[in-house]
């Protein structure tokens, strides 16, 4: 049964950091391209950072410069490093496993910015 759990969301105020986790099971990590979205209320679903396996990772062009997504093989997990947080990118953050014809998501974890 594959899993991916994520954590590390909570409230921060503006200009704050976060680091979320998603860790995986079920799945040969290192084989999957590993994906950050996000989901505002009333907002479609967006790509905010991806990393292949190689280790190359592409941004939304709001994040860029302020978030880092990055992977451990070893502890099959993928992190996303946000600073200098904005009221914008407050949402559910889900995480995405994806190799082939096969994707998966986890559950999500919430991360609101507000002073």
């Known amino acids: 049964q594959v899993q991916l759990v994520e954590s590390g969301g909570g409230l921060a105020q503006p200009g704050q950091s976060l680091k979320l986790s998603c860790t995986a099971s079920?799945?040969?990590?290192?084989?999957?391209?590993m994906a950050w979205y996000r989901q505002a209320p009333g907002k479609e679903r967006e790509l905010v950072a991806r990393?292949?396996?190689?280790?190359?990772?592409n941004y939304a062009d709001s994040v860029k410069g302020r978030f880092i997504i990055s992977r451990d093989n070893a502890k099959n997990t993928v992190y996303l490093q946000m600073i200098n947080l904005k009221a914008e990118d407050t949402a559910v953050y889900l995480c995405q496993a994806s190799l082939l014809l096969y994707t998966y998501w986890g559950q999500g974890t919430q991360v609101t910015v507000s002073s």
């Open positions: 079920g799945i040969t990590f290192r084989s999957y391209a």
């Open positions: 990393i292949i396996v190689g280790g190359s990772a």
